[in-house]
């Protein structure tokens, strides 16, 4: 009778510990720096095409106009 409850106790001991294993692992980071994560993240982030060529020219023909404004007003000033 002693050896049935032993057996139970063990494998809920057993099961216990299984289950515990089995959290900790849950819990387990792929990447060992941070570093590591960010390569990762971006490497998947430009195989889903976001880090793509700009759709538009607009900002750069803004930066040439802003630019050209302010040369000229310091023309214009001096």
Do not use: K
Not at 20 to 33: D, I, K, Q
Not at 55 to 69: E, I, K, Y
């Amino acid at each position: 009778m002693n050896t049935a409850s032993s057996h139970r106790a063990n494998a809920a001991l057993m099961s216990l510990e299984a289950a515990a294993a089995s959290a900790r692992g849950g819990f387990a980071c792929l990447f060992s720096t941070s570093d590591e994560y960010e390569t990762a993240l971006i490497s998947e982030r430009r195989a889903q095409g976001r880090y793509g060529a700009p759709r538009s020219r607009w900002p750069l023909a803004m930066f040439a106009g802003c630019t050209l404004v302010v040369a000229g007003t310091v023309l214009f000033f001096s």
